[in-house]
Nanobody, 125 residues
């Protein structure tokens, strides 16, 4: 089990930016696929972005393409989500997730083993 701790959420006006961070415990962070999911009240949790460990492949949900960027710093055991041009519809709890094996689609939450506690992002209009 790897402990994941998110930070960086908050309240921002539409058009603004935030950077989320997710720090992972353990010594094999570089071999994990990492992802960000989000869940708004009354809605199902969905993928935001993912990054694989071996080739750095990145995936983005259509709703955030061109606005969000996922990156990782293996030396710091940290994955980031840079969010620009934020919209009110981006308001949600954002969760960091990890999977130790690249099995199945990166968009499937069921393929991720460990999850953070979440950080709230609220975008005002």
């Amino acid at each position: 089990q790897v402990q994941l701790v998110e930070s960086g959420g908050g309240l921002v006006q539409a058009g603004g930016s935030l950077r989320l961070s997710c720090a992972a415990s353990g010594r094999t962070f570089s071999t994990y696929d990492m992802a960000w999911f989000r869940q708004a009240p009354g809605k199902e949790r969905g993928i935001v972005a993912a990054i694989t460990w071996n080739d750095g492949y990145t995936y983005y949900a259509d709703s955030v393409k061109g606005r969000f960027t996922i990156s990782r710093d293996n030396a710091r055991n940290t994955v980031y989500l840079q969010m620009n041009s934020l919209k009110p519809e981006d308001t949600a709890a954002y969760y960091c997730a990890l999977r130790p094996r690249s099995v199945g689609s990166v968009v499937l939450g069921s393929t991720y083993r460990d999850w953070g506690q979440g950080t709230q992002v609220t975008v005002s209009s």
